[in-house]
Nanobody
Framework: QVQLVESGGGLVQAGGSLRLSCTAS????????MAWYRQAPGKERELVAV???????YVAESLKGRFTISGDNAKNTLYLQMNTLKPEDTAMYYC??????WGQGTQVTVSS
């Protein structure tokens, strides 16, 4: 079993920044890939960014240049740095070790 706990969400004005954290515990040696998804009200969940143990990262094309994914293996923590936030970034952000493990989510609200 793997437990994922997100933190760092909150209310921010447009143009601001937030850094989300996702700390993993449990049988973490089994994790090869972790990712961030988000889901806005009334919309489907969408992939934000992916990080793999081999150092490969991926950020959704529409978010490149504003969002960065990184990890700290020593702390078993995955990060999502979000800059120049826009109201359309408002969503619940979820950390996942796909396909089976998901965190509870952290809310990001960007005011205009």
């Amino acid at each position: 079993q793997v437990q994922l706990v997100e933190s760092g969400g909150g209310l921010v004005q447009a143009g601001g920044s937030l850094r989300l954290s996702c700390t993993a515990s449990g049988i973490i040696f089994s994790i090869n890939t972790m990712a961030w998804y988000r889901q806005a009200p009334g919309k489907e969940r969408e992939l934000v960014a992916v990080s793999s143990n081999d150092g490969t990262t991926y950020v959704a094309e529409s978010l490149k240049g504003r969002f960065t994914i990184s990890g700290d293996n020593a702390k078993n923590t995955l990060y999502l740095q979000m800059n120049t936030l826009k109201p359309e970034d408002t969503a619940m952000y979820y950390c996942t070790a796909p396909p089976d493990y998901w965190g509870q989510g952290t809310q990001v609200t960007v005011s205009s």
